[in-house]
């Protein structure tokens, strides 16, 4: 069974300091997707970056940059020089890759991790 | 602003009744999948149509039924309400299978909180 785990339910850090959000998963399927969505307390979900299972590169976007391991089955997540606008919380989510008609979008979600950013 | 809207925004209501949320999914989108966010059970995957068909179903209860017009729009039917479907509901379209840039990302709506009193 497919299955996302971050440990980490709650974080709370001061701004500038780096912070990183793990996330395990569990899947037996040899091609699937990665996902990290975030949720501001205004409750929509953002999408922050998709990777499959082929691509192993870390990326990196400004301030975040995650590294993906099939290794240990994780793909982590870390904020550089994080920021009070960067309180949220932050959803992994794991998904098949089925057909093509739904390319990645029945995630399987983790129970989230709640960063808080003081000033 | 995902382009995906959702409606109503807020909705309070009791025990056995019946509610319909709507889901107008970004112009051009497929694909509208429903999810729901408890604070038991998190974010779970619902039910997905791609162009008027239901194509792929998760954790739905029998209570539950959705529908995907031709115009792409999509109801969420509730009925029956008990106290544990308060949640917050949401919808999510995405172009897949439309292009190979397609990223695969969901882009979701601001979802509908329902509170079953």
């Known amino acids: 069974a497919q299955k996302v785990t971050q440990a980490q339910t709650e974080i709370s850090v001061v701004e500038k300091e780096d912070v990183t959000l793990d996330c395990v998963y569990e899947t037996r399927d040899t091609t699937y997707y990665l996902f990290w969505y975030k949720q501001p307390p205004s409750g929509e979900l953002v999408f922050l970056i998709r990777?499959?299972?082929?691509?192993?590169q870390n990326e990196i976007s400004g301030r975040y940059s995650w590294n993906f391991q099939k290794s240990t089955s994780s793909f982590n997540f870390t904020i550089t020089a994080s920021q009070v606008v960067d309180s949220a919380v932050y959803f992994c989510a794991l998904s098949e890759a089925g057909p093509w008609y739904n390319q990645g979008g029945k995630l399987i979600f983790g129970q989230g991790t709640e960063l808080s950013v003081k000033p | 602003d995902s382009g995906v809207t959702q409606t109503p925004k807020h909705l309070i209501t009791a025990t056995g009744q019946r509610v319909t949320l709507r889901c107008s999914p970004r112009?051009?989108?497929?694909?509208v999948y429903w999810y729901q966010q408890s604070l038991d059970q998190g974010l779970q995957f619902l039910i997905q149509?791609?162009?008027?068909?239901?194509?792929a179903k998760g954790n739905i209860l029998e209570r539950f039924s959705a529908q995907q017009f031709p115009d792409l729009h999509s109801e969420l039917n509730l009925s029956s309400l008990e106290l544990g479907d308060s949640a917050l509901y949401f919808c999510?379209?995405?172009?897949?299978?439309?292009?190979?840039?397609?990223?695969?990302?969901?882009?979701f709506g601001e979802g509908s909180r329902l509170t079953v009193l």
């Open positions: 999510a379209s995405s172009a897949a299978g439309a292009a190979p840039s397609n990223t695969g990302e969901l882009f």
């Open positions: 990777r499959n299972s082929f691509d192993e």
């Open positions: 112009s051009g989108d497929l694909s």
């Open positions: 149509y791609y162009n008027g068909e239901e194509r």
